[in-house]
């Protein structure tokens, strides 16, 4: 594969996080200032059970079209089919559990709610064949036109509703129409000669593959999510609503960025698997290049989060502050997780991934329960995402010290200089909070924090600025 088509790939990619998180932050800020945090714990709830179905729906079929290189028309028509028929099945079990589901949780009004938002997993199991298609192709400009737009349309009606004071119904509809939109935008651009019919040998042998990232993601899903099924059963739907908020500000600009690399990087490594140097420079490039983005930006939002939250979303969500803070944290290493994960399944290794997710959520569980009984506060929970952080990384960089011969010790001493940058940067605009300049304190330190870390990173030589800099040049040429 070309320089060419993966810096055209990462543009569009690129563009298209910033289109749809851009347009889901101003819609966020809107919404936050309309609704109350208890709606927004009672939505983290539902997705904690619609996130595990998505995964069985898709049952890694999605990466399995990607990663495979003998891919005909008709796989496509048969992974829809029966991505439907399990989306179907799994709908009936929720609607019929949804009475004991809000039972538990104590909630009666979220009945119809998830029957309701989880009809999402039959447009979701559509979507997930159109965007197979185009990663594979690398043609991110349709990806963009659709979750653009579904980004959009969902967001006005979300408004719209909330307005007319539909409390949780607004954001209800925001998931399911967003969904929606994205899939009949897709459905026009992208073509794709649908039969009625299903190979079930070849639904065999991509599910040798993808059923063991069946397993991790819900192994993943479930160790994510349930720190939102403890606090939203041990605590509140208020406390839960501050801690999803606090992970939603640093989840948007990481995902920017990590679901650039994540997109580009698999099928990019795939198609060169059989070259190890290849694969390796290819993968080392994208985790540099993405942390180098990605670290200053974390240690830049944990600095100026408090003042973030009063001038955005207004005193009534500073609860959220300590969640934010603590997510920079966790998601500083987010690139670093998805470029030696996603360089196991573009060698084919989905084996190791579901070891590695296995070794990952034993800890995780562990150290949550730990958690709980030595300290039973809902921020304990949160501390205890961001233990995982390094040991995940460390686990998930070993598998590559052996195929890529990229391990630990080197990707530490890669990240070191990037590493320093940031928590200079950090130091410098935190602060900064002491400045009596009332609120225009925040754009001073904005402005600041980016000069430094440019000012830094042309002092110390970091490689990645100028990569920046030339794709820029490029990318505006």
């Given at each position: 594969m070309g320089d060419n088509a993966i810096l055209r790939g990462t543009f569009w990619k690129f563009l298209e996080r910033i289109g749809v998180f851009g347009t889901q932050f101003i819609v966020q800020i809107i919404l936050a200032r309309l609704l109350e945090p208890s709606d927004y714990g009672s939505l983290a709830i539902m997705i904690v059970f619609i996130t595990v179905s998505n995964v069985l729906v898709q049952s890694g079929f999605n990466t399995a079209l990607i990663q495979r290189r003998d891919i005909k028309d008709r796989d496509y028509s048969s992974i829809l089919w029966v991505s439907l028929i399990v989306a179907s099945v799994i709908y009936v079990v929720i609607f019929i559990c949804s009475p004991y589901i809000t039972q538990m949780y104590k909630s009666?009004?979220?009945?119809?709610?998830?029957?309701?938002?989880?009809?999402?997993?039959?447009?979701?199991?559509?979507?997930?064949?159109?965007?197979?298609?185009v990663t594979r192709e690398m043609d991110f400009r349709k990806i963009f036109y659709g979750n653009l737009a579904g980004t959009i349309i969902a967001g006005v009606i979300s408004i719209v509703i909330a307005y007319l004071g539909g409390g949780l119904w607004a954001l209800v509809f925001q998931t399911l129409f967003n969904s929606i939109s994205s899939c009949i935008v897709m459905a026009a651009i992208v073509k794709l000669a649908l039969e009625c019919t299903i190979e079930w040998e070849r639904i065999k042998k991509f599910f040798s593959y993808g059923w063991k990232l069946v397993v991790s993601g819900i192994l993943n899903t479930l160790s994510e999510q349930l720190n939102s099924l403890v606090i939203g059963i041990k605590y509140n739907t208020s406390a839960l609503g501050f801690y999803t908020r606090g992970m939603q500000f640093p989840h948007y600009g990481i995902s920017i960025i990590e679901g650039t690399m994540s997109s580009v990087i698999l099928p990019a490594i795939a198609k060169v698997q059989d070259d190890k140097e290849k694969a390796k420079n290819i993968m080392r490039n994208a985790m540099l290049l993405a942390s180098y983005l990605v670290f200053p930006l974390m240690a830049g939002l944990a600095a100026i989060s408090k003042n973030l939250v009063q001038i955005l979303l207004t005193d009534k969500w500073i609860g959220c502050v300590p969640y934010m803070q603590i997510f920079c944290l966790v998601f500083a290493l987010y690139p670093v997780h998805v470029c030696n994960l996603q360089a196991l399944n573009a060698m084919g290794r989905s084996d190791l991934f579901l070891k590695l997710e296995i070794i990952k959520k034993c800890y995780s569980i562990a150290v949550l329960i730990l958690a709980i009984i030595l300290f039973d506060t809902p921020i304990s929970v949160a501390i205890c995402t961001l233990s995982l952080s390094p040991v995940g990384w460390l686990v998930n960089s070993f598998p590559n010290s052996k195929i890529l011969g990229y391990g630990f010790r080197d990707q530490v001493k890669d990240l070191v200089p990037i590493f320093g940058s940031s928590i200079l940067m950090f130091i410098i605009v935190y602060f900064l909070n002491y400045l009596n300049v009332g609120k225009i304190v925040i754009i001073v330190q904005i402005i600041v924090g980016v000069l430094f870390y440019i000012g830094i990173s042309l002092v110390m030589k970091i490689k990645q600025f100028y990569q920046v800099y030339t794709m820029i040049q490029k990318i505006l040429s």
């Open positions: 009666p009004g979220l009945l119809w709610p998830l029957r309701i938002i989880a009809l999402v997993l039959f447009s979701g199991a559509f979507n997930s064949v159109q965007l197979a298609k």
